[in-house]
């Protein structure tokens, strides 16, 4: 599990970040590299406040408790994983403008440490601490940037 708290994780996301181009080619999925960067904006949204999503009762009943064990374990997210509409990204994006809004959002969060975290709960997963939001957009981050082969 990485600490997105952590500058040397940070950097390594942003590394991954800069790989990528606007050909680079999902493996999996419907989104874009620009959309994705979009997408991948967020979770940090709801972490932070910014964004406030209704949650699902039923489905946080049958699945949260076990996906979010399973993310506090470390266990990859699988491929195609339905989101909360919010995220899902449809329209044309600008890929230089989307991954510098992420490039940014990532340093912000990581500067601003877990006094950044402003949202003590997830829409699916429920009551969050600083370090689970930190797992959680670590591992969110990991898996859409896998999703393009960086």
Same mark, same amino acid.
């Given at each position: 599990m990485n600490d997105l708290f952590d500058a040397k994780v940070a950097e390594h996301y942003i590394g991954r970040?800069?790989?990528l181009n606007q050909a680079s080619k999902r493996q999996w999925g419907k989104m874009d590299v620009a959309q994705m960067f979009t997408h991948c904006l967020k979770p940090f949204s709801i972490a932070d406040g910014a964004l406030l999503i209704k949650p699902n009762k039923i489905i946080r009943f049958l699945f949260a408790k076990k996906a979010k %064990?399973? #993310?506090l374990a470390g266990v990859p997210? %699988? %491929?195609n994983l339905p989101t909360f509409p /919010?995220?899902?990204i449809v329209d044309p994006r /600008?890929? /230089?403008k989307e991954k510098l809004k #992420?490039?940014?959002t990532i340093n912000a969060f990581t500067k601003k440490g877990e006094s950044g975290v402003k949202n003590s709960e997830h829409p699916f997963f429920g009551e969050?601490?600083?370090?689970?939001?930190s797992i959680l957009l670590s591992s969110h981050l990991d898996h859409h #940037?896998?999703?393009?082969g960086a």
């Open positions: 970040i800069n790989s %064990k399973s #993310l997210f %699988k %491929k /919010e995220a899902i /600008e890929f /230089e #992420l490039t940014d969050m601490t600083p370090t689970t939001w #940037l896998s999703q393009f």
